[in-house]
């Protein structure tokens, strides 16, 4: 059994610890309400472009854009984000191990497939594994801007215009609420209108009578690096969210679980310190009555 020492000596460890878990907390909660506000704006934007995208190439053929062509996938590019830190509870595994079971999954159906990964924890994690990592971006986080996006996504648009590529997908962590986040794994590169739609109605093709200035396939040209630049930097903002949210819930239990540890060591401190005073009580009753005798 611990001595009285020891169990104080826990006890105001256990405190220490509590106080750092809630100030993480705090930290954390005001740094996704930020992070929730930035992707809140943006995702509008993204989503609406991606339908106007649809709208104009229905118009073209496959062959109008090289982002477009849609190639026999034998070379993929796997574009992974996680983070810079660890405590924030399951975040960092979830996308690991999904990505890791993709390559598994797809490995004997094409010829090559290579990582692309944002964030430290990504960096150590496959590191220790078989998979091909290629580039690795640890100057993204934790501050994510659309130039650093923009970077990110002119590689990828030059890897796949140049052939290196057949096919680039991202896998990240969609945020959905504090305490809710879901793992994605999705298609970048080609670009497919039918794919690129995110309201119910069927958007026709611009008629025979539309114009276009200067024109619809310099307008694609334009619209169609831009779309996967905004979808990688959309991404990195709803990665970012959900690490915070992630973070706020496992301080939120770690501080919680620190209570409760406290109580039952302070529980059995009193024990141990009572059953001590016992001890010496009687102690000094069977010495008092053996002077009497």
Do not use: C
């Amino acid at each position: 059994m611990p001595s009285l020492k020891d169990l104080r000596r826990r006890i105001v460890s256990v405190k220490s610890t509590q106080k750092i878990t809630r100030a993480m907390k705090l930290v954390a909660a005001s740094k996704l309400r930020k992070a929730q506000e930035q992707i809140v704006r943006l995702r509008p934007y993204a989503y609406r472009l991606g339908d106007m995208i649809a709208e104009l190439a229905r118009g073209e053929e496959h062959e109008a854009h090289p982002l477009l062509h849609v190639r026999d996938p034998k070379r993929t590019l796997l574009l992974v984000l996680t983070s810079d830190r660890g405590l924030a509870g399951a975040f960092n595994s979830n996308v690991n191990k999904t990505a890791n079971q993709w390559v598994a999954d797809h490995t004997a159906r094409r010829e090559h497939i290579e990582l692309h990964i944002v964030g430290k924890k990504g960096r150590d994690y496959f590191k220790r594994r078989e998979a091909v990592v290629g580039k690795i971006h640890t100057e993204v986080l934790p501050d994510v801007t659309f130039s650093k996006a923009s970077k990110i996504g002119r590689e990828l648009v030059a890897a796949y215009i140049d052939k290196s590529f057949d096919e680039v997908y991202v896998v990240y962590n969609e945020f959905k609420s504090a305490i809710a986040q879901e793992v994605r794994v999705e298609k970048l590169l080609p670009l497919k209108p039918e794919d690129l739609d995110v309201t119910d109605d069927i958007i026709a093709p611009p008629s025979s009578e539309t114009l276009f200035e200067p024109s619809q396939a310099e307008v694609l040209e334009a619209l169609l690096p831009r779309h996967v630049n905004v979808q990688v930097l959309r991404a990195l903002l709803e990665s970012v969210a959900s690490e915070m949210g992630a973070r706020m819930t496992a301080m939120d239990n770690a501080t919680n679980n620190a209570g409760e540890l406290i109580d039952k060591l302070s529980l059995q401190y009193n024990r141990a310190r009572q059953a001590a005073i016992t001890t010496e009580l009687m102690e000094i009753t069977s010495g008092a009555e053996s002077l009497k005798g």
